[in-house]
Nanobody, 126 residues
Framework: QVQLVESGGGLLQAGGSLRISCAASGRTFSSYAMGWFRQAPGKEREFVAAISWSGGNAYYADSVKGRFTISRDNAKNTVYLQMNSLKPEDTAVYYC???????????????????WGQGTQVTVSS
């Protein structure tokens, strides 16, 4: 069982930067591939970024590639999403997710994940 708690969301202007975090409970965090997803008002939840259990491989949605960076610190049981050059269309609730996997893969499909956090709101004004 893994519990995920996101933090760091907020309100900021377009062009700004923000780092959100996801802290995981349990001692087996390094056994999990992690992902970030987001859901904007009136839209379906979509993939943002994913990282393998070791941090060796990362994957990004085209809409955030070059602006967002996913990383993890297994010693701190935490995964991060650094968001730069934010746009109003990045406004959404951001969710982290965990999948029990020790392969060097990241997972872009939300139905492959085992655990989800409650989300953190990111609002970007124009």
């Amino acid at each position: 069982q893994v519990q995920l708690v996101e933090s760091g969301g907020g309100l900021l202007q377009a062009g700004g930067s923000l780092r959100i975090s996801c802290a995981a409970s349990g001692r087996t965090f390094s056994s999990y591939a992690m992902g970030w997803f987001r859901q904007a008002p009136g839209k379906e939840r979509e993939f943002v970024a994913a990282i393998s259990w070791s941090g060796g491989n990362a994957y990004y949605a085209d809409s955030v590639k070059g602006r967002f960076t996913i990383s993890r610190d297994n010693a701190k049981n935490t995964v991060y999403l650094q968001m730069n050059s934010l746009k109003p269309e990045d406004t959404a609730v951001y969710y982290c997710a965990a999948k029990n996997s020790r392969s060097e893969l990241g997972y872009i499909h939300q139905n492959m994940y085992d655990y989800w956090g409650q989300g953190t709101q990111v609002t970007v004004s124009s």
